[in-house]
Each structure stands twice: as C-alpha cells, then as structure tokens.
C-alpha cells in the first residue's frame, strides 16, 4: 500500500532489535541478594526487557532479574522508569545450572520460593496440585538439582523439603473415601 502525501507520517519501531511481548513471572532482587519481590516481564530482547513492579526503580542502580520461567537470572541495570515500569539493561546472563557462580546461589532460594508461590495461587484457584506443580515447572528432578546448593541455608533447606513433601502428596495415588454403614474397608 502507499501512503498519501497529505497523511500523517507513521511512528516506526526505533529498537534496534526486535522486542518479544508477552507477560512472564520474574523476581527482582538488589546486588546483594536481599530485598525480593516478584514483578511481570514485558517487552524482553537480548539486551533488556521492561518489569510491571510496584515499586520505583533507582534509576543507575544494579540488581538481578530472575526470569522462573526460562530458569535464567540477570544482572541487570535500571535505565528508566515510567510509573510502574522499568527499563532493564541486562549486563549479564546466568542460566539456573552448574555454572552458577557460588556468589549467586541465593538465586537457587528465590527460584524455588518463586515456583512455590505460583503453584500455590494456581492451586487456591481451583487447580489439582498435581497439575499447579507440573504447569510451573516445579518437578522433583528440579528439586534435587537444587538441593546441592543449600549450603548453610536453613530456609532454603526448609523449602526444599516442604516441597518434596508437597510433590510426594502430589503424586500418591488417591484413595476412594469409606462409605458410612459400610464394612468396606477403603482402597
């Protein structure tokens, strides 16, 4: 089609790469590990992407960003804000694994309490817990690939097990209720 020389011009896509839209769970977090708080990913490329977070971003300053539902964390700095969005520049990508630096073991913590919270407002929505755990990604095969970086930790230690506890309760077969006046024992 071809534009009329009397229309308005049209605004193009300034970006120099492409931006994925899309709505994804994240985790913010400061430099120092401390201070989490989930947020929604939007508007992500190789470069940054744009968080919905309640609270305002110190432009200049540095945190991480912990995609849960690719298992990839970044050490991202804060280039704008916008009422309750912030721009993010990544400075560097980690994938949730063995290369994790040590420094950066809490991120295992904050990816487990991020998966846990998920599965559970899936579950209060009406969700067989069976399902919220496979629909977040929360396996026991997840389970055990973090255990090892615990350390001294006793909350994450704690976590750990109440989710293992949660998955085996998960996935024990259910067991058909007894029948008042009935001398049938249950199955």
Excluded at 54 to 74: E, H
Excluded at 145 to 168: E, K, S, V, W, Y
């Amino acid at each position: 089609m071809h534009r009329n020389a009397g229309a308005h011009p049209v605004a193009f896509e300034q970006r120099k790469l492409p931006r994925k839209t899309g709505v994804l769970s994240g985790v913010l977090v400061d430099g120092n590990g401390e201070n989490p708080s989930d947020c929604i990913i939007r508007d992500i490329n190789a470069h940054g992407v744009a968080v919905v977070h309640p609270k305002r971003l110190p432009v200049g300053a540095q945190i991480y960003l912990l995609d849960t539902g690719n298992r990839t964390a970044y050490l991202a700095r804060v280039i704008w804000n916008n009422a309750d969005r912030s721009g993010l520049f990544f400075v560097r990508s980690y994938a949730m694994g063995l290369g994790l630096p040590p420094k950066l073991k809490f991120l295992w913590r904050l990816l487990l309490e991020a998966k846990l919270r998920q599965a559970e407002r899936a579950i209060a929505a009406g969700i067989r817990a069976d399902l919220a755990f496979c629909s977040v990604g929360l396996t026991r095969e997840l389970v055990h690939r973090m255990a090892p970086h615990t350390g001294a930790d006793m909350i994450f230690q704690r976590l750990l097990l109440r989710t293992l506890r949660l998955l085996n309760g998960t996935a024990a077969p259910r067991r058909r209720p007894r029948m008042p006046g009935s001398n049938q024992s249950p199955r």
